[in-house]
């Protein structure tokens, strides 16, 4: 099994900003094996997220998760990123 990844810098941030605007936000980066960092969720929607530090790029595991996973996934930098996705704007996956 391997071990959990790290926590990039933006995260606590970013968790912050999302429990502002009323989302339950869990932490799931212990989980490790290229899961997402975080789990969001607000008025029976889920949302999971991989947060980046500038300029690092996902892993090919991360990517191929991304690829296979049928919910909402997203990587986001930024607060403002993050916030897009869970309040309907256009972002990036």
Do not use: N
Not at 34 to 57: H, M, N, Q, W, Y
Request: glycine share 8%.
């Amino acid at each position: 099994m391997r071990r959990a990844s790290k926590v990039d810098g933006q995260q606590s941030v970013i968790v912050a900003a999302l429990r502002r605007v009323g989302w339950q936000v869990r932490s799931t980066s212990m989980v490790g094996d290229d899961f997402p960092d975080l789990i969001c969720a607000s008025r029976g929607r889920t949302v999971l997220f991989e947060v980046k530090s500038a300029g690092k790029e996902q892993t090919q595991g991360q990517r191929e998760f991304s690829e296979h996973w049928p919910g909402e996934l997203y990587v986001v930098r930024t607060v403002e990123e993050a916030l897009a996705a869970v309040l309907g704007k256009e972002v990036m996956r």
